[in-house]
């Protein structure tokens, strides 16, 4: 799996993509990492939580909301992400399905980096797809 920073007028965006899509979100959390400071220490304590959505898309960016919230509240920053990602439910069926992320970050104390704020993510220019054997995402970030 990797990540790419991408300029972005005003924003920035990360390029992400891996062979599945638990290490797409996972992809796409440490470029939001990566796009808050240049170099992450060892230091914090692991957190989890989870965050269930509608539709693929919804769920990655209600994942990434949520890594965005728990910087706050916490006063860290999210690092070395772990993720699970499944599908319940059958639409076909009749029945709504959901998707949820099972997640777990190392909160690094805000005081012990210089990060930059990242504000929000955003739907804009927002891509989630497979391509060929592994999967692809853009995600603009507002700073």
Request: charged share 25%; proline share 3%; glycine share 4%.
């Amino acid at each position: 799996m990797s990540h790419t920073l991408r300029e972005h007028t005003a924003d920035v965006a990360v390029e992400a993509t891996a062979p599945t899509l638990a290490a797409l979100f996972e992809a796409v959390a440490d470029g939001l990492t990566a796009a808050s400071c240049e170099a992450v220490p060892e230091q914090g304590d692991r957190f989890e939580f989870t965050v269930t959505a509608e539709s693929r898309e919804a769920l990655l960016f209600d994942y990434l909301d949520q890594l965005i919230y728990e910087r706050d509240v916490r006063l860290v920053l999210p690092a070395d992400h772990r993720c699970t990602v499944s599908r319940s439910g059958d639409a076909a069926g009749g029945d709504s399905a959901a998707w949820t992320a099972e997640a777990t970050a190392r909160g690094v104390p805000l005081d012990a980096v210089a990060a930059r704020e990242i504000k929000a993510v955003t739907y804009s220019e927002m891509t989630l797809e497979r391509r060929g054997d592994e999967w692809y995402a853009y995600v603009v970030f507002d700073v």
